[in-house]
């Protein structure tokens, strides 16, 4: 087979460090499809990629299916040779034993909820609890607090439509302690709403319980309280340490008299892994370092600015999480009679006609609004809304297709739950799947219409649920139904992830069916893609015997294989 370019070690003018110069028109285009870090050279078929591990691997399996001319043979040999790693002892982990909850904890606890709640005791307190989404968190949690006597009075913080769930699971769990630490069996600890950014007194409660975005207005309130507990839930919520709430629970969390800190979530990271720092430097400070240390140690800035850890560093990070603050279960590792979870990517047909046009007047508003901004602000708000509108361009294209697939479903008797992001798309899957009377969760609901919407889906009085992929992504169950449909994708795979397990969770019976709808036509494909990439970097921090390096590297591969074929013989 005939060489397709050139292979040579040189020395970047630019950067001053030792890279790969890869030439000729095939070996640029299969480089660019396979390595993320590449920059190009003098000409218009020439590439420089940096001189790294990674980088070698990939090139090495590109020569394995194309043969490149290598003009540094010495080099090429001493750094493609495979190197012989001494293998680790694997990181030990204290067992976990079967804890007994405290006697203030009504009710019983799952082997592995048991498992959970020793976990907290040792660690005591201060952890990020990370069970796959539907293991009880929430109940391991409350389980913990009423086995440590100094743990009351209790601040939690949580996304504002859950707040109500967590009224209802401190009064269903527990038990009234009084004073004098006497148990009160018929009782249960006092809790209050905070709803209102009024600055007044909050009075004496057992559980304060206020939502992430209220927090700061009154955190003068809540200083004063002698917290003694500050519980996170979705502590993905504070993965931005620049944010007014991160600052705010920083300094709740960070006051003398706090004992214990408690992070909730099945998705603690959403995009990328350096997320995980803030998270941690709430729960448990100095464990991770500076974040400055933290990013040297573990992590590259890609071209956006953004840390990405290392793919050679995330799983001993993941060791070191674990080790210490982190306790990560999946449904399949404890729930051995929950049902598997399955996901399709389903292609439908889209009105490519009404798509493009929409797509130039968003590109035509889009250079006019970035012509007339005076601030870097306004250029990029104006692009952020010029993303959404082609989101929902997208998902209207595609619409009436996405109604068929729902309706051919609904045929078999079972009950579906269709996801989607735009309140227009809401709107219109309403209008257009009303035959069968469907339940709504929508961003505005009050708790009262919302837990209604719940109910009777659950109850089976409508067998549609229409979910909004923020508003109806936490804090429900949705057990009743098997089917999930994705009538439009979000830009991160976090949520996607918690949308899947409102059904897959304890209480479902079934094999759960998760469809991705993708317009042939539209950027969704795009979008998918991104969400693969950010999925891979997730998993391997989150979880052990994910995908492999090389298996994600060759399915790259065989797409650029296939974009190779059809180049050349056109």
């Known amino acids: 087979m005939k060489n397709i370019g050139t292979l040579e070690y040189v020395l970047d003018k630019y950067s001053g460090t030792w890279t790969w110069k890869i030439t000729g028109d095939r070996a640029v285009f299969m480089v660019s499809k396979i390595i993320p ?8 078929n020439e590439v420089i990629v940096p001189d790294d591990e990674s980088t070698v691997k990939q090139i090495k399996m590109i020569l394995e299916r194309y043969p490149m001319e290598i003009l540094s043979k010495s080099v090429w040999q001493r750094k493609s040779s495979p190197v012989l790693i001494k293998k680790q002892k694997p990181v030990k982990i204290e067992k976990l034993s079967k804890a007994k909850p405290g006697k203030q904890f009504r009710g019983n606890l799952l082997n592995f909820q048991k498992e959970g709640l020793d976990f907290l005791l040792k660690s005591t307190g201060n952890a990020l609890l990370a069970d796959d989404m539907g293991l009880g968190k929430t109940v391991q949690t409350l389980a913990y607090i009423a086995s440590e006597k100094q743990s009351l009075p209790v601040l939690v913080v949580a996304p504002l439509v859950t707040l109500k769930n967590w009224q209802r699971e401190i009064i269903r769990f527990m038990k009234k302690r009084s004073k004098n630490g006497r148990i009160i069996e018929d009782d249960a600890p006092t809790t209050t709403l905070i709803r209102t950014g009024k600055n007044e007194p909050l009075g004496d409660f057992d559980f304060y319980i206020i939502n992430y ?6 955190l003068d309130d809540i200083s004063r309280l002698k917290i003694r507990t500050v519980i996170c839930d979705e502590v993905q919520h504070l993965r931005s340490k620049t ?20 992070g909730l979530s099945g998705t603690p990271i959403y995009n990328h892994g350096s997320e995980i720092w803030p998270i941690v430097d709430i729960l448990k400070p100095g ?9 040297e ?9 953004r840390a990405i850890v290392l793919e050679n560093k995330r799983e001993s990070l993941r060791h070191e999480l674990q080790k210490h603050i982190m306790l990560r279960r999946k449904k399949s590792d404890v729930l051995k009679e929950l049902k598997d979870k399955v996901r399709h990517k389903e292609y439908v047909d889209a009105d490519v006609d009404y798509y493009k046009n929409e797509l130039n007047k968003i590109w035509h508003k ?4 970035q012509q007339n901004a005076e601030t870097e602000f306004a250029k990029s708000a104006s692009y952020q809304r010029a993303i959404q509108s082609e989101r929902q361009a997208a998902g209207i294209a595609k619409l009436h297709h996405v109604v068929d697939f729902v309706k051919n479903t609904m045929e078999i008797e079972e009950s579906v739950v269709v996801f989607c992001h735009h309140k227009m798309i809401h709107t219109l899957l309403h209008e257009k799947l009303g035959e069968f009377n469907p339940a709504s969760i929508i961003g505005g609901q009050t708790d009262n219409v919302r837990q209604n919407n719940i109910d009777n889906f659950q109850e089976g009085k409508t067998k549609l649920m229409i979910a909004g992929l923020r508003a109806g992504n936490v804090g429900i169950n949705l057990t009743t139904a098997k089917y999930v449909i994705f ?3 979000d830009w991160s795979p976090a949520i996607h992830r918690q949308a899947e397990d409102r059904l897959h969770r304890i209480g479902q019976k079934n094999t759960v069916f998760a469809y991705y709808l993708i317009g042939n036509g539209t950027l969704d494909d795009h979008v998918g893609d991104i969400l693969v990439d950010k999925e ?3 998993d391997t921090i989150m979880d052990a015997g994910t995908e492999s390096f090389e298996n994600k590297e060759k399915s790259k591969l065989i797409l650029a294989q296939i974009h190779d074929k059809i180049r050349t013989k056109n």
């Open 536 to 538: 891979y970097e997730i």
């Open 243 to 262: 944010t007014q709430k991160y600052t705010a629970i920083k300094k709740i969390a960070g006051l003398d008299i706090v004992n214990y800190r408690i």
């Open 366 to 369: 889009l250079e006019q609004e």
């Open 37 to 44: 870090k590449v920059w190009y050279g003098d000409g218009p």
């Open 213 to 218: 975005e209220l927090l700061k207005k009154r």
């Open 487 to 489: 009538a439009e994708l």
């Open 287 to 295: 464990f991770l370092g500076s974040f400055k240390e933290f990013c």
């Open 297 to 305: 140690y573990f992590c590259y800035m890609n071209e956006k600015g």
